[in-house]
């Protein structure tokens, strides 16, 4: 589902001879994956198709990011800056966005990423276990086993975080929440939920103060 939550008729397309810069962010972790041009019919097939198209400078005509590689960067919402010459995208990728196979073009993840940036890209990860159950894999026997023994799990590592931090060191206590933040969020994608929900809960209750 996407969300286009501004009013697009701002627009100034003077300013670059009909082109805004489009800045692509994922909608989940924040990365910014790449920069591009837009001309008024590209933005429409974005809105209108789902999938974040430019107008190639080099080919002289729209481009819709992945349509050789199947990459695509399906459109979650468009926002404008305060100039209204800009655009963001967020985005979600469907493959590495750079053509040098990297997630964003401008370099690893773990360079550009935010810094809380991996805990989306764990919820994600772990929504994707939840829908494919691959052999072999510790999420998806969690998911075999119920909820009920995804919660026990969840009270386990609660525990064992709860003890690191009175009566061990920093390393520890570090490694027992990484295994509670984890079992949770399996717990969370069991009932159809996410980190996301979390996130716009504590938001909103901030929001609230």
């Given at each position: 589902m996407t969300d286009i939550n501004t009013d697009l008729s701002r627009l100034d397309w003077r300013k670059g001879d009909g082109l805004l810069p489009a800045v692509v962010q994922h909608w989940r972790s924040g990365e910014v994956l790449m920069l591009g041009y837009m001309n008024a019919e590209a933005l429409e097939t974005t809105r209108r198709e789902g999938k974040v198209t430019f107008y190639s400078r080099s080919k002289q005509r729209l481009w819709t990011k992945g349509e050789s590689s199947g990459h695509v960067l399906a459109m979650k919402s468009i926002r404008i800056d305060c100039d209204a010459d800009t655009l963001l995208i967020q985005a979600e990728p469907q493959g590495p966005t750079?053509?040098?196979?990297?997630?964003?073009?401008?370099?690893?993840?773990?360079?550009?990423?935010?810094?809380?940036?991996?805990?989306?890209?764990?919820?994600?990860?772990?929504?994707?276990?939840?829908?494919?159950?691959?052999?072999?894999?510790?999420?998806?026997?969690?998911?075999?086993?119920?909820?009920?023994?995804?919660?026990?799990?969840?009270?386990?590592?609660?525990?064992?975080?709860?003890?690191?931090?009175?009566?061990?060191?920093?390393?520890?206590?570090?490694g027992e929440a990484a295994d509670l933040v984890f079992h949770l969020t399996v717990a969370l994608r069991a009932r159809g939920l996410g980190l996301t929900d979390v996130a716009r809960l504590l938001a909103e209750r901030h929001a609230q103060r």
């Open positions: 750079c053509h040098l196979g990297t997630s964003s073009c401008f370099g690893e993840s773990a360079v550009v990423s935010p810094p809380l940036g991996f805990i989306a890209e764990l919820d994600a990860l772990v929504e994707q276990r939840y829908v494919e159950r691959p052999d072999g894999s510790y999420t998806t026997r969690l998911f075999e086993g119920g909820i009920r023994r995804i919660a026990q799990k969840v009270g386990e590592e609660g525990v064992e975080t709860a003890l690191a931090a009175v009566a061990q060191g920093d390393e520890e206590l570090l």
